[in-house]
C-alpha cells in the first residue's frame, strides 16, 4: 500500500497546480480502516508540506459508517500498524485506541452505494474494497463507466482483494485503464475518444456480433446527431449520447448526476421553465439561444426538451437535446452595439452568479466537515464525560469509607474517653500510695495518697522518676526500676521515713493486653501494717539507711 501511494502521490503532484486538493475516494469503507490509512500515508509522504487532503469515504452500511466515523479500535490494532504511525496518529481509549483528530478531519463519511448512487467527480485516486465483479452484465458496464468518470484526466484505480474480472470483462477494463502496475493492481485513467457511457447506455464502439445496419446508426449517431441526454422527471440524468463534455461542468462538492448540477451555469438559468413547460402541454419545449464558453471559446446553443410517451405523468422521461446554433451576421450601427453592451452585461451577471453558486457549494461543503468535526468533538465530550463519571463514582466509594472510618474512630474515641474518665476516677478513690512509671523512665499518673509521700503536685506528671528519690530515701529507686523493665521480675526495697515508719516499696512490671512490658506500677506500703506486708516471691533490697536503723 505504502509504494502504491508513493506512485499515485508522484502522479497526482505532477503538473499540479499549487492549492488544488488531492481528493480521493474510498469504496466500501467497512470500519474505516483503509481511509484512514491512506491518510496517515499521504500525511507522511507529504511531510512538512502543506496540502489539501479530502478523502471521501462511502459504504451502503450506516452501522458501518458510524464505526468508521468514530475511529475506536481494539488495542489488536497496534499489530497491524507500523509503531511511528501508532505513537503519532492513536490516543489510548478505554476501548482501546483511538485516531487522531488532524486524520479524522481529512476524511468525510457518507452512506453510498455505488450501484444506485451518482458517483463523485474530479477524483485523483478511487480506492475500491467492495467485491466488484467485472462481467460483461450491464451493470458492470455501468460501473466501470461511473468510476472512469469519478476520475480527472491523472486519476489512478486500485482494485481491492474482493474485485475480480471475468476474460471477456479484461478488454473493456483495458479500455478505460492503463495498467501501472498488475501485482499491485493499480490502473490510471486512460481518455476515450468516444463517448464514456455513465448512467446505463452501452458504448458505441463496434462489436463483434453487431449487424452492419445497427453499426451504421450508432456511427451516425455518435459523428452528426446534436449531445443528448435521457432525464426522468426529477431531471435525474438516465443515459448520455453524444460528446455532452461540451456543455457540462459538475460543481464542486457531493457527486450527482443531477443536469441543473452538471450543466454550465447559463444553461443551468434556463433548463428548469423549458422543462416545466414540456412537462404540462406534453410538447416539446426550447429555451432562447444561450451563450456558452468552452475552452476558451463561446458557442451560441439552444435547447430543447421533448418529452418521450408511453409512460405515466410521473414516471415520464424526457430528451434534453444540446444543439449548437450558429449565429447570423451581426448587424452594424447602434443596435449592433447596444446589443454588444447587452452581451458583455449578461456575460458578466452570469459570471457572477456562477461565483455565486461555487461559492454556495463550498460553504456546504465547509459546514459538512463542520458538522463532522462537531460529531467527532461530541463523541470526545461523551467519551470524557464517562470518564469523570467513573472518576465521580471513585470518590463516592472512597468517601463513603471514610466516613465509615471516622465513625468508627469517633466510636474508639468514646470508648477510649469514657475509659479514662473510670481510671481518672478509680485513682481518685484509691486511698494506696500508687505511682505509674513509664518505659522512660517518666512518671505517668499517681493517686493522691502518693502525693504527700512523694511530694509530687499534678503537673509532675511527665517527670523523670529521679525526683521520687530523696523524700523517702529511696536512692537506688531508677537503677531498680531499670532493672524491673529488663529482667520482668517484681522487686521490693524499704526505707524509713523522717518520723521512723518503716515503708516498703514494691515496683511491678506493667504488662500490655499482649504481653509486652510497658512500665512499672510503684506502691508503696508500711510494714507495720500487716495486711501490706512485704511479696515473699518479690526480691528485697534494703535502704542504707534502714539497714543502719536495724
Known sequence: MVETIERVVQGVLQGREPGAPIRVWVLGCATGEDPYSLAMTLLERLGEVSWPIQIFATDPSQAAIERARAGIYPES????????????????????????????????????DITQDAPFSRLDLIRCNEALVLDESEVSQRL??????????????????????????????????????????????????????????????????????????????????????????????????????????????EASLNLLKMVRGQLAESIPAAMEQA??????????????????????VAVEVIPLDRAPAD?????????????PAEASGKGSANELELRQELGRSREYLRSVMEEHEATSLELHCANEEILASNDELQSVNEQLQAAHEELQSTNEELASINDDLVRRNAELSRSNRD????????????????????????????Q????????????PVASLGPPLGFRELVPLISEVIQS??????????????????????????????????????????????????ARSQQSPDAAHTS
Do not use: W
Open 77 to 112: 490494532i497496534a499489530r497491524s500498524v507500523l509503531p511511528r504511525q501508532l505513537e503519532r496518529f492513536f490516543h489510548p481509549h478505554e476501548r482501546g485506541y483511538r485516531i487522531a483528530k488532524e486524520v479524522r478531519d481529512l476524511c468525510v463519511f457518507a452512506r453510498h
Open 144 to 253: 466501470l463507466g461511473a468510476l472512469h468518470f469519478a476520475l480527472h484526466d491523472r486519476g489512478y484505480l486500485v482494485l481491492g482483494a474482493g474485485a475480480s474480472a471475468q476474460p471477456d470483462a479484461v478488454g473493456d477494463l483495458s479500455e478505460r485503464f492503463t495498467v501501472v502496475d498488475e501485482k499491485q493492481r493499480l490502473y490510471s485513467r486512460r481518455p476515450l475518444p468516444k463517448r464514456t457511457v455513465v448512467g446505463g447506455a452501452r458504448p458505441l464502439e463496434r462489436r463483434v456480433d453487431e449487424a452492419p445496419v445497427n453499426q451504421a446508426d450508432r456511427i451516425l449517431i455518435a459523428r452528426y446527431a446534436p449531445p443528448v441526454v435521457l432525464v426522468d422527471d426529477q431531471l435525474d440524468i438516465r443515459e448520455f449520447r453524444g460528446r455532452t463534455g461540451t456543455y457540462f461542468d459538475p460543481h464542486a462538492g
Open 279 to 300: 412537462r404540462e402541454t406534453g410538447a416539446p419545449a426550447r429555451t432562447p439561444v444561450l451563450s456558452v464558453e468552452t475552452a476558451g471559446e463561446r458557442r451560441d
Open 315 to 327: 414516471a415520464r422521461q424526457y430528451l434534453v437535446v444540446f444543439e449548437e446554433v450558429t449565429p
Open 423 to 450: 481510671l481518672q476516677t478509680a485513682l481518685l478513690n484509691v486511698d494506696a500510695p500508687i505511682v505509674f512509671v513509664g518505659r522512660d523512665l517518666r512518671i505517668r499518673r499517681f493517686t493522691p495518697a502518693a
Open 452 to 463: 504527700s509521700l512523694f511530694d509530687l503536685a499534678p503537673e509532675d506528671a511527665g517527670r
Open 488 to 537: 520482668m521480675q517484681p522487686a521490693t526495697c524499704e526505707s524509713r521515713s523522717a518520723e521512723g515508719r518503716l515503708y516498703s516499696l514494691r515496683i511491678r512490671p506493667c504488662r500490655t493486653s499482649d504481653n509486652r512490658i510497658d512500665g512499672v506500677v510503684l506502691t508503696l506500703a508500711t510494714v507495720d501494717d500487716p495486711s501490706r506486708a512485704p511479696d515473699p516471691h
